[in-house]
């Protein structure tokens, strides 16, 4: 029901090079367009809490109707400007649906079928922004930039019959009673669980790679390898399917490991696919994506067993926790691009240096938490 990769920015971005001739403007100016990625994790960490206090269904029919209404706003707009403010409400709009998405699976759920629901959603909420760019490229084959924001808009009319036959979850007495400040300051409670905090940030910093594949792979494909942007497209789209695979691997493996033995090995298997990375990433396309396959692979596991555990942390404030847990994913995920942005000389070294470092570091952490006496349910 939820149109995952919420804000849509992957979608537009490969029709953004013929926006400055449109518009009579800059690139720079362009490129404020972005800002709805960052009105994207604010729309989370807002319309979440807001949902605790007056229901689901009613916040995700409002985000729905913005997000279609602003997204025609967009294909309609004159000027650059009325497409810049368009993008920050249909941002906005995406990014609850985002959060309330993943609040819905714990209302909705309960023990494996709950993990299941999970799988499903982590799965598309990965190939989202890996297929993206893709079939914005393929929007623009045979349409303007305006194609891209009314193709967002057509998938979001499609989820409001669905939405429509929602059934509100959230009970009038299990709603928050004080005020709409009192709402969002649940985000600080949420966020005051150490358990839940921690856990978090290692598995958001343990994601963050998954973004600066994303920006930097085109250069790895095209440029070093020298494939044609239909190779690239093919050789892009096996990876998302890898992560898919390992979504739903997570079931079988559940029943060899413990969700804590799962996570340890899995996210150990990510840190040797950067040492990989690095060390043969560069001989073909093939190895390289057979390299940053098992870093796929590991992540595609990883997201849904730590999205059961995060979940658990918190008996109530439902929309809070779904809130945090997809705006600091989304905040470290810009770090992730930021990094594709360093200066490298090798794309392929620096994918692979972003990958061991993001996820060593979150291995180290993941240990150092299960040693402490921070008490974490579910591991």
Not at 1 to 6: K, Q, R, T, V
Not at 45 to 69: E, Q, Y
Not at 97 to 119: N, P, Q, W, Y
Not at 147 to 159: L, N, P, Q, R, Y
């Amino acid at each position: 029901m939820i149109p995952y990769g919420g804000g849509g920015v992957e979608r537009y971005v490969p029709a953004m090079i013929s926006m400055p001739e449109f518009f009579d403007t800059t690139a720079s100016v362009v490129n404020f367009a972005l800002v709805g990625f960052f009105f994207m994790a604010v729309g989370m960490l807002i319309i979440g809490p807001m949902s605790d206090k007056f229901g689901r269904k009613p916040l995700i029919m409002i985000s729905l109707v913005a997000f279609v209404v602003f997204a025609c706003l967009c294909a309609m707009a004159s000027n650059i400007y009325l497409l810049i403010a368009s993008r920050v409400v249909q941002g906005f709009a995406g990014g609850g649906m985002v959060a309330l998405g993943t609040a819905l699976v714990k209302d909705c759920f309960e023990g494996k079928t709950r993990e299941r629901a999970l799988v499903v959603v982590m799965a598309i909420g990965v190939l989202a922004p890996m297929l993206a760019p893709v079939l914005g490229a393929l929007i623009l084959s045979f349409a303007s930039w305006r194609g891209t924001f009314i193709g967002m808009a057509v998938v979001a009319v499609f989820a409001v019959p669905f939405a429509l036959r929602l059934v509100e979850p959230l009970a009038p007495e299990d709603r928050i009673s004080e005020g709409v400040v009192h709402s969002l300051g649940r985000l600080i409670v949420v966020g005051k669980n150490k358990a839940f905090i921690l856990l978090l940030l290692i598995v958001a910093l343990h994601g963050a790679p998954f973004m600066t594949y994303i920006s930097a792979v085109s250069y790895v494909y095209i440029d070093f390898f020298n494939l044609s942007a239909v190779q690239y497209s093919l050789f892009f789209a096996a990876n998302a399917a890898l992560s898919a695979v390992g979504a739903f691997l997570v079931e079988p493996i559940q029943k060899v490991w413990s969700k804590r033995q799962a996570l340890l090995v899995c996210i150990a298997l990510t840190v040797i696919s950067g040492v990989l990375i690095i060390v043969v990433g560069r001989m073909s396309p093939w190895v390289f994506l057979a390299t940053f396959g098992l870093n796929t692979l590991g992540g595609g596991v990883v997201r849904p067993i730590a999205t059961v555990v995060l979940l658990d942390q918190q008996e109530k404030d439902t929309g809070s926790a779904s809130a945090l847990i997809n705006f600091i994913i989304t905040v470290l995920g810009s770090g992730g691009m930021l990094l594709a942005m360093a200066p490298w000389t090798d794309y392929v070294v620096g994918i692979g240096i972003a990958v061991f470092a993001c996820c060593g570091i979150a291995l180290l952490g993941l240990v150092a938490l299960l040693r402490s006496n921070i008490e974490i349910k579910g591991l």
